[in-house]
């Protein structure tokens, strides 16, 4: 079965062309979106497994789309397609549960290996990305958690699995993890049931009456 995709791009170009690379045996296009709510509506009425997506488009921003396509199929992968490789660019898109990051000077075959990879819900990240996410990774981070490492956190305050978590907040069980390692690594930690027990001592988490 070749691997239903969705290209979402507001430039008319930029999508014939890469129409043009990866209308293959193995990649069926089974739609086309200009911006975020239009790929929203063919995604529901084509039930792609991947949407081929670019992050600055009209009425909508890339990661509002990732977020709300997770959430209306929580089954569905996003691959990245973008000339931007910045922080606010990159970690919006990875926080709401992209499966990939790429940029738009990526050779054709690398792409289309990127695409079957990314369908299969594999991690697929541009060198220039992967390094954005270990510098933020290995920051000294403050004793505070964003308003999702908190939501991860009550999940696991409640015996919750990665997978339930991820099912829950409609992200990826990949998500999930780098979440918790962000929590680990602000809460000086090593493992859930510190960080569980730190939360709580911090008055991160409000204990269950």
């Given at each position: 079965m070749p691997v239903r995709l969705i290209i979402v791009d507001d430039h008319p170009i930029v999508r014939d062309g890469l129409r043009g690379i990866l209308d293959t045996d193995d990649i069926e296009i089974v739609g086309e979106a200009a911006d975020g709510p239009e790929a929203l509506a063919v995604a529901l009425r084509t039930a792609p497994d991947l949407v081929l997506l670019d992050l600055r488009m009209p009425k909508m921003t890339g990661a509002e789309v990732i977020r709300l396509l997770r959430e209306q199929q929580p089954g569905i992968h996003v691959l990245v397609l973008t000339t931007f490789d910045d922080d606010a660019d990159v970690l919006p898109a990875i926080e709401q549960g992209a499966t990939g990051y790429l940029l738009k000077d990526t050779p054709?075959?690398?792409?289309?290996?990127?695409?079957?990879?990314a369908a299969a819900g594999e991690t697929v990240l541009?060198?220039?990305?992967?390094?954005?996410?270990?510098?933020?990774?290995?920051e000294p981070e403050p004793r505070t958690l964003s308003p999702r490492e908190l939501e991860v956190m009550r999940f696991i305050a409640r015996g919750a699995t990665n997978r339930e978590v991820a099912g829950k907040l409609f992200i990826t069980e990949a998500t999930v993890k780098t979440h918790l390692l962000h929590v680990f690594a602000k809460l000086g930690v090593k493992d859930r049931a510190a960080a569980v027990a730190v939360a709580y001592e911090l008055g991160l988490l409000e204990r269950q009456r």
């Open positions: 054709r075959a690398e792409l289309r290996r990127a695409v079957l990879a541009s060198p220039t990305v992967a390094g954005i996410l270990t510098r933020k990774a290995q």
